[in-house]
């Protein structure tokens, strides 16, 4: 019997900013943006939305009424919770209308929460084959106007119904971790943004990969020749593109050509949205769905990574016929569809911020999922 994911979705904001209009705002080159980061827009998420109306925005697009029913399990991964105590899922829960004898809780650890959260998902569902869980990676990743970090900022959800004998994919349940206590980054509970150590946080992320990476051919018997493709978390794409060369030295020139190629479809989709923490490895997973040169039975690798450090390598198998439940034309709509902002309406939506004074506030977006009320700091949500 095998165990994967059944369905899989993102959302994103429909809002976005050009990252040469960001260059010149910033006067520096955009092929800064462009080439050295490998990115070309950013997601921008206005105050009436969070993590709470990504998620449920993207979930909403795979689950049916029967879904709803055999749904035990509701997980988010994030770094980006507005509550302390109360769970962003048990909220997503109830906007969904999925059957109230389910669990629902949040799991943090930076951008690996949402891989802790889908093997969570593959254990629960192996041990209970009847029953699903879904998973949603959602995070608002955001530094700061004018900061070095500012380029690598987005936002977005992505969502994965995980069940037994699933239409996309199948876990191989060859895992491999490694953790490291570093601070290459970190946010201190009263910090606004994160604080980064780029150097530290782009060379550990690199020595984890080719750390867990021999770890795998060690357990695992493989080499790169086993994987169709190998994907990674996308803090920006140029930063998994230096992780993937790390080990080109063990492959010969063709080998490596084929994995760029898969690597190359596999960021189509962050270059026009930027970061998006515990998201970002599952959405170049279906851009390289999308977007991919794959078959049926090809081996997909995952490397996972989230600052502080863990990070997780394993891999999934393409079931037969996966290209049937692929929602291509409608992922490209929603990100061709957005409207583009200038730099000032930018820094305006960035700037603003849903009043904590415990007052009464409504708000006007008629978005299928946003905030329309702020009462006594409660977050009242269009359901």
Sequence with gaps: MNIGID??????PNYYLDMTDLANARETDPNKFHIGLGQDQMAIIPE???????????????LTDEDKKNIDMVIVGTESSTDFSKSASVIIHELLEIQPFARSFEIKHACYGG?????????YVTLHPDRKVLVIAADIAKYGLN???????????????????????AFNNDSVFYSEDVYDFWRPAGHDYPLVDGHMSNQVYIDSFTRIWEQNKKVNHTDSSDYAALTFHLPYTKMGRKALRAIFSEMSEEEQQ?????????????RQVGNLYTGSLYLG??????????????????????????????????????????????NQALLSSRQQ????????????KLPTDGETYTFSDYTAYAINKISGDIRYYNK
């Design 115 to 123: 891989t802790a959260a889908l093997q969570q998902a593959n254990d």
């Design 285 to 330: 997973l279906m851009s390289l769905l999308d977007n991919g040169d794959l078959a049926a039975g090809d081996r997909i690798g995952l490397f996972s990574y989230g600052s502080g450090a863990v990070s997780e390598f394993f891999s999934m198998t393409l079931m037969d016929d996966y290209k049937t439940y692929l929602s291509i034309e409608e």
């Design 147 to 169: 900061t070095g970090g500012e380029p690598t900022q987005g936002c977005g959800a992505v969502a994965m119904l995980v069940t037994k004998n699933p239409h996309l994919l």
């Design 48 to 62: 009436t939305q969070d993590i709470v109306t990504l998620g449920a925005s993207a979930a909403a697009k795979i």
């Design 341 to 352: 902002l200038s730099i000032d309406e930018y820094e305006a939506m960035f700037n603003k």
């Design 7 to 12: 369905k899989i979705s993102f959302h994103v």
């Design 258 to 270: 084929r994995l760029e190629a898969r690597y190359d479809e596999a960021v189509v989709y962050s």
